[in-house]
């Protein structure tokens, strides 16, 4: 009796670990560390089906050729489940090891797999993934060890739905959802952080400002639907165009803004002007017709334009649109105070 | 497909006897695991083999599985037709595909503690089906 009680006070204290967990990895770690003082195991497994993760919390000594066996059979036991077959190839596995048995219990190099018990991790009817007790020793778990593992996979399951809720809402938060690219509230925060660096570590900074050339002109003649395409068109060039270190919004309308982090005025320049070249150069497909946009682009940077704050900042890269735009439009231009610099497209 | 017969002694359809005889045997089956591994994925488990079967015996995707437990509500209605051969098959091979889902999950641990309870009730449900 006085070991139920011991046992349920371990399970307790695991299910409080899991349920203040904030992130997956956080999860596997605090039951990793209670599951000992509940069950006698060699590896214990957690796989997620949301992001291809599979970790593995075992004994130290466990063989490589186990832990492959484990991640083996928790794929087919889930491919029974989820009624679909998993790419054991495109699983990101992470193992973690610790010392869970003593010196003289190690496991044998050659240890294969002899019992375990795997469960699924659903909510509401739906799969979220399985965990995995797995022993080298043949009939290691009873119906005790499965009882308490299904409360533990009810607790996980149910805070792993948790995370994938607040990741949508998240998603919703910082995305735009016409184009997917992030939204200006998302480039608010990026820019806030990228300026920390600036004015403390003196990373340069570039803002480029771009909007769509006469973009009321295809609203006007295509109509709205047609015009939401166009938007949605220039935002994968624009993503496809930048470095992976950068930061594209969309800032309103048919304007978007690029966070170049790292980058002087040179580099964001060349970037820009890839940009504006490959926009001009890539017929769209509007409605039955073919129209050839353009965009003009306004840049500035810290520390070349000596701007005191991010607004200032984004101040300037608007003024250098303005100013692109004034001049003919299908044009980068550097910001430069009251008279701007030009750059005539070749 | 054959017509559902009539118990001689009470009057009552046989089809009705082995869906009794089946629903106690579910209920019990839902006691027992959903002990060992929760109603959530008890449930999960049982609509997982419905879909596999509902295919191949229709009236298996009448029958209600949730958290709250198992509903054969209906069935009972869908089978007023179906022969009673039929529906000891689809529930067989219910049970069966249950059973081969928790060797798959616990290897022996469940099946373990079910069998001795479930072969008995299977057994019987096959000689009422013989005696007809």
């Known amino acids: 009796m006085r070991l139920i009680f011991k046992n349920l006070n371990v399970l307790r204290s695991t299910i409080n670990a899991i349920s203040t967990s904030i992130e997956i990895k956080e999860i596997v770690e605090s039951a990793g560390t209670n599951l000992p003082n509940l069950f006698d195991f060699s590896s214990f497994g957690v796989f997620w089906k949301e992001d291809l993760l599979l970790f593995l919390y075992q004994e130290e000594s466990c063989p490589p050729s186990f832990a492959q066996e484990v991640v083996k059979n928790?794929?087919?036991?889930?491919?029974?489940?989820?009624?679909?077959?998993?790419?054991?190839?495109?699983?990101?596995?992470q193992v973690e090891k610790r010392k869970l048995r003593p010196r003289q219990m190690m496991m044998d190099p050659k240890a294969t797999l002899k019992s375990y018990?795997?469960?699924?991790?659903?909510?509401?009817?739906?799969?979220?993934?399985?965990?995995?007790?797995?022993?080298?020793?043949?009939?290691?778990?009873?119906?005790?060890?499965?009882?308490?593992?299904?409360?533990?996979?009810y607790q996980m399951a149910a805070t792993l739905k948790h995370f994938q809720r607040f990741s949508s809402i998240k998603n919703i938060a910082i995305y735009d959802t016409l184009t997917g690219l992030y939204n200006r509230r998302y480039f608010e925060e990026r820019?806030?952080?990228?300026?920390?660096?600036?004015?403390?570590?003196?990373?340069p900074l570039s803002l480029v400002m771009v909007d769509i050339d006469h973009f009321k002109k295809v609203n006007d003649t295509f109509g709205h639907t047609e015009g939401d395409q166009v938007l949605c068109k220039i935002s994968s060039l624009l993503k496809t165009s930048v470095r992976k270190k950068d930061t594209v919004a969309r800032y309103g309308g048919e304007?978007?803004?690029?966070?170049?982090?790292?980058?002087?005025?040179?580099?964001?320049?060349?970037i820009a002007e890839r940009i504006r070249?490959?926009?001009?150069?890539?017929p769209c497909e509007v409605g039955q017709a073919q129209v050839n946009l353009t965009l003009s682009m306004g840049i500035s940077n810290f520390p070349s334009h000596r701007a005191k704050s991010k607004e200032e900042l984004v101040k300037m890269a608007d003024q250098a649109l303005y100013d692109a735009k004034r001049g003919g439009r299908n044009?980068?231009?550097?910001?430069?105070?009251?008279?701007?610099?030009?750059?005539v497209p070749t | 497909m054959a017509p559902a017969l009539k118990d001689d002694k009470g009057g009552k359809w046989s089809s009705d006897l082995v869906l009794d005889l089946y629903s106690n045997l579910l209920a019990e089956i839902w006691e027992l695991v959903s002990a060992l591994i929760g109603e959530a994925i008890l449930a999960f488990l049982f609509n997982l083999a419905i879909r596999k079967l509902g295919e191949k015996h229709p009236f298996l995707n009448s029958l209600k599985v949730s958290e709250d437990g198992i509903s054969l509500d209906g069935v009972r209605e869908d089978c007023r037709t179906v022969a009673p051969v039929e529906i000891h098959r689809g529930f067989q091979s219910l049970i069966n595909h249950l059973s081969h889902l928790f060797s798959a999950l616990a290897e022996g641990v469940i099946n373990k503690e079910l069998f001795p309870k479930v072969f008995p009730k299977v057994k019987e449900a096959e000689r009422i089906i013989s005696q007809k």
């Open chain 1, 255 to 270: 304007e978007f803004i690029l966070i170049l982090p790292e980058a002087g005025l040179e580099e964001s320049f060349v």
């Open chain 1, 117 to 153: 018990l795997t469960l699924p991790l659903t909510v509401e009817g739906e799969i979220l993934g399985c965990i995995s007790l797995n022993s080298d020793q043949p009939n290691a778990f009873d119906a005790q060890d499965l009882q308490f593992l299904s409360v533990i996979g």
């Open chain 1, 191 to 203: 820019l806030g952080v990228e300026t920390q660096k600036y004015f403390y570590g003196g990373t």
């Open chain 1, 277 to 282: 070249r490959l926009v001009e150069n890539t």
């Open chain 1, 331 to 343: 044009k980068v231009c550097i910001f430069a105070g009251k008279s701007a610099q030009w750059t």
């Open chain 1, 74 to 93: 928790m794929i087919k036991v889930f491919s029974i489940l989820g009624e679909e077959a998993v790419d054991a190839d495109r699983i990101a596995l």
